[in-house]
């Protein structure tokens, strides 16, 4: 192949021909339509559309987003300067043969902790949960910690549930907007420029998943502020379009009319919890027909490895706190997890402002999770898909279903335990799917230390994961 010299460097034009786009959009603030996403997109099917190419900002893209680059791998040095440290480098394994303090056994997958991870309510009745994460920004604003809060709402005051609308809240009343989960990637920079161009907004509380958060991080400089807080949730398989969302339900779950829904997850109990206007219906993961999950899952969702938000001040989930039986959404409680001093202050603020309440100060969990892990990736339909796996058209019978996720709700492991199966399935799947889409040289560069060691832990002690890794790594793009 010809060469293309450029002063002192000689390059191929094929690289040049790619990495022209990157160069022109590092050299110009215009902002990128977003009707030419994903493939009009610097990191094309890969792209969360975390609103940042839709800012002035986009110039940053390079070094600001998830999926380009060193990716996520960036955040290991992130973690410094947001926390003023990174987290232990060693991870919980259920052998337990190495001793690790406990109050920092679960940095190693969860990211820092300044204090252990505990359990928490709300108390907004028409959230989806509890309204922890509301109460908290809304307290944010009450107290006058922030001038403003960005957070997503729904897409006007009478849209559906999955239609996500970033807004720049500046009263509580606003924030209100916000309730609920959005199922679907939601642009949450893309208000960085109103942020930005109003004086009046000098302290901000910003909302949202990690991999807008490690955006977020890259260009806080250039935002203008005096204070900036982080409030994150943690997140994983989000859909690619509000219309996806509505189609897993429609199709994966069954529900007649969409309309009416007001949020669904993923839950503890392996059963998809779904509430409507008037009731709450539940169905095993294992009744799910196997060809929903690929059109119902976001191309950069199976490239992420922070589930657990690593850059945010303070994270709200749930998949490390008990689901009693019977348990709903609504009823339950959510992981609080603080990183640093910022998030405390606003967890103390929500707690003095009666908007959060603790239920237990440490959370808890038992049960062994490694071998359910490689077992769920073994299983999984974008890994079957990978290694050309039939994939079933059709899920478990019901009666057979619900008495598989009653099993293993009973015998499996259970909250912070759960929770480090789900981290671990997750981290495994996707660095699957990115050794296949990238090969493993640039996969090891995307993914962040904690991911790359648990990897390679699942490699030398796990021999289905083995198995599994032989016969992807076969039919990857290397």
């Given amino acids: 192949m010809r060469a293309l010299n450029v002063g002192y460097t000689s390059i191929c034009r094929l690289c040049a021909l790619l990495a022209l786009p990157l160069i022109v959009i590092a050299l110009t603030s215009t902002p990128i339509n977003p009707s030419g996403w994903p493939s009009r997109f610097p990191a094309k099917d890969h792209c969360s559309r975390c609103g940042l190419c839709e800012t002035t900002l986009v110039s940053h893209v390079t070094d600001a987003c998830a999926f380009l680059g060193d990716g996520m791998g960036r955040i290991d040095g992130l973690e410094d300067e947001v926390h003023g440290r990174r987290r232990e480098d060693d991870l919980f394994w259920s052998k337990n043969d190495k001793v690790i303090n406990p109050s920092k056994q679960d940095e190693g997958r969860f990211g820092v902790l300044s204090q252990p991870i505990a359990l928490a309510r709300g108390v907004e009745t028409e959230a989806q949960w509890t309204g922890v994460v509301t109460g908290i920004a809304a307290a944010a604003l009450e107290g006058g910690l922030v001038d403003a809060v960005v957070c997503v709402a729904s897409g006007g005051m009478d849209s559906d549930f999955a239609d996500p609308d970033p807004i720049v809240a500046r009263t509580v009343e606003d924030v209100m907007r916000g309730r609920g989960v959005k199922p679907s990637l939601s642009p949450s920079l893309r208000v960085l420029d109103e942020v930005r161009e109003d004086p009046a907004i000098r302290r901000l509380l910003f909302c949202g998943v990690g991999c807008a958060v490690q955006a977020l991080r890259s260009v806080e400089k250039d935002l203008g502020l005096e204070e900036l807080f982080v409030l994150g949730t943690n997140c994983a398989d989000n859909s690619p379009t509000p219309q996806a969302a509505k ?121 062994k999770h490694e071998k359910l892990a490689s077992a769920t990736v073994a299983k999984d339909s974008v890994i079957m898909s990978i290694i050309d796996e039939n994939i079933p058209e059709k899920g478990m019978p019901r009666l057979a279903g619900e008495v598989m996720a009653t099993v293993l709700g009973g015998l499996g492991p259970k909250g912070v335990a759960f929770a480090r199966y789900s981290l671990d399935y997750h981290v495994l799947r996707n660095y699957l799917h990115v050794v296949s889409e990238w090969g493993e040289n640039r996969a090891n560069k995307h993914m962040p230390k904690y991911a790359r060691d648990m990897v390679e832990e699942y490699t030398l002690n796990d021999e289905q994961f083995r198995t599994t890794r032989k016969a992807v790594l076969a039919k990857s793009k290397q």
């Fill in 247 to 367: 189609n897993f339900l429609e199709a994966g779950v069954g529900v007649d009319d969409v309309s009416a829904v007001k949020g669904y997850e993923f839950m503890q109990d392996f059963r998809v919890h779904v509430k409507t206007d008037s009731e709450y219906t539940k169905k095993p993961y294992f009744c799910l027909p196997g060809t929903v999950a690929a059109p119902s899952i976001a191309t950069s969702c199976l490239a992420c490895f922070d589930y657990m938000n690593s850059l945010a001040d303070v994270v709200v989930g749930y998949m490390g706190a008990p689901l009693p039986k019977g348990g709903r959404m609504d009823h339950a409680d959510q992981t609080l997890t603080v990183r640093n001093t910022k998030g405390a202050s606003l967890v103390d603020n929500a707690i003095a402002r009666n908007r959060l309440n603790i239920q237990n100060p440490v959370a808890g969990g038992s049960g």
